[in-house]
């Protein structure tokens, strides 16, 4: 998306008087918009368009919101706003744990959501652009083997090495922007989204876990750089396999 361009977004959800009311509002508002009813309807629009933030209902019929935004979160970096009802405090977890990047409980106002949908759209486009395909279903770096639909780490000699939820983002975003020095607040963004503490030190952490798995020393690291007062980097050329 250009900084001139006006960013199109999906409004996904199953009751057309949601749409056409979020759709209207958002039209006016200078942004370009679609309507889906269904997950396979905004698959069929991704597929013809390009897409720069979804507003995602969580219940719909068929696949639900959830598994959208899972998969979603699995193949793309594309900001996702849920829509949850206002009883369900399990979904919005659940979709901010998948990687929904901010959620919006029904019945809203408007006016707060274009809140929402302007401070997403402020931070993805203030990140850092990816380095890597993020398709890959493969990828390959130093002695490592990443097969992304598995989630499945192995190195040269076959050994396969588990990654938590948490590892695998975080091995994921070092992937996207390999070569790139990435600040705290920006890691914490693109594997958690809003659900970060600005205080939150559980990057450094996360970090510290993922050398020991994929280090060769991890009190010398190689492959995860440090930056004191900058954040870190990944220093291995990274391919698709």
Not at 216 to 232: E, F, M, N, V
Request: net charge neutral; with cysteine; hydrophobic share 40%.
């Amino acid at each position: 998306m250009t900084l001139d361009a006006q960013p199109h977004i999906a409004v996904v959800d199953d009751h057309r008087d949601i749409r056409d009311l979020v759709g209207k509002y958002l039209a006016q508002h200078g942004y370009r918009v679609s309507q889906a009813e269904s997950a396979a309807a905004f698959r069929r629009l991704q597929e013809k368009n390009g897409i720069d933030l979804v507003v995602l209902d969580v219940m719909m019929p068929g696949e639900d919101g959830l598994s959208l935004c899972r998969d979603l979160r699995s193949t793309t970096n594309l900001p996702v706003i849920m829509l949850t009802a206002m009883a369900e405090d399990t979904d919005r977890i659940v979709g901010l744990e998948i990687g929904a990047d901010d959620y919006v409980t029904k019945p809203f106002n408007p006016r707060e959501l274009l809140a929402r949908v302007k401070a997403v759209l402020r931070r993805v486009q203030s990140l850092p652009p990816q380095r890597a395909t993020p398709k890959a279903k493969e990828i390959r770096f130093d002695r490592w083997l990443l097969n992304v639909g598995r989630r499945e780490l192995v190195d040269d000699a076959g050994v396969g090495v588990p990654l938590s939820t948490a590892e695998f983002r975080l091995l994921s975003v070092f992937l996207d922007h390999a070569g790139l020095v990435l600040t705290r607040d920006q890691l914490l963004d693109l594997t958690v989204g809003r659900t970060a503490d600005p205080f939150d030190r559980a990057i450094d952490n996360q970090v510290s876990r993922l050398r020991k798995k994929i280090e060769i020393d991890p009190r010398t690291p190689a492959l995860i750089k440090t930056h004191w007062g900058g954040g870190y980097s990944f220093s291995a050329e990274v391919a698709e396999a």
